[in-house]
């Protein structure tokens, strides 16, 4: 599905249903002409969200499609209550991956360039393996994270990626700092625990 900024839902009305009846026509229909009032109406907010965590505005309204077309696989899975906040958190989920795929890619390439001596690149055999290693250790981190909850992940990529205090992670998802703590630990516990028996394996 392709968005454009300002188009509008006209086809059957939308424009004066509430979110919440909207999400209950799109259960039963899966009308786009419903996406399409959705991204209407909160666009301006889910962009600005993108802006926030994304220095390109290019870049930012990339997002903003994935995100609007990641509704409809969402909107039929998920209980929502307050649309708005739903999708308020969606996207801050949606840029913190985004910027995590990212920056590891970014350690990634850093880490192979310093290696890459003129010694070493004698072995292609050599580095072809260290280059997969490094590949399977990242996407095995990527898998463990997104089998956590989504408040342990979305607490532990605030706090190490974003790098924010856990007053600053409080501040931004809602959660009491009591809850923040426990979140970060037990994502911490349940991450170590996933990434365990990968471990061993390399051994």
Known sequence: MIFSFGKKGK????????????????????????????????????YGICL??????????????????????????????????WLFTVSKNHCL??????????????????????????????????ILRRERSENELISALNGLKDEQKLCLELVYLKEKSYHEVSEITGYSLKEVKSHVQNGKRNLKIKLEPLNEEEK
């Open 11 to 46: 086809k059957y009305g939308f424009k004066d249903w509430p979110d919440h009846e909207l999400i209950m026509a799109y259960r039963k229909e899966e009308n786009p002409d419903i996406i399409a009032e959705l991204f209407t109406r909160y666009t301006h907010l889910v």
């Open 52 to 85: 926030k965590y994304f220095d390109d505005k290019e870049e930012a309204k990339d997002a903003v499609m994935e995100i609007f077309e990641g509704l409809t696989e969402d909107l039929p899975e998920f209980e929502i209550r307050n649309f708005k906040s």
């Open 97 to 130: 991956m985004a910027l995590r795929k990212k920056k590891i890619i970014h350690a990634a390439e850093e880490s192979v360039a310093k290696n890459c001596e003129p010694e070493f690149m004698e072995s292609p055999d050599e580095l072809h393996h260290d």
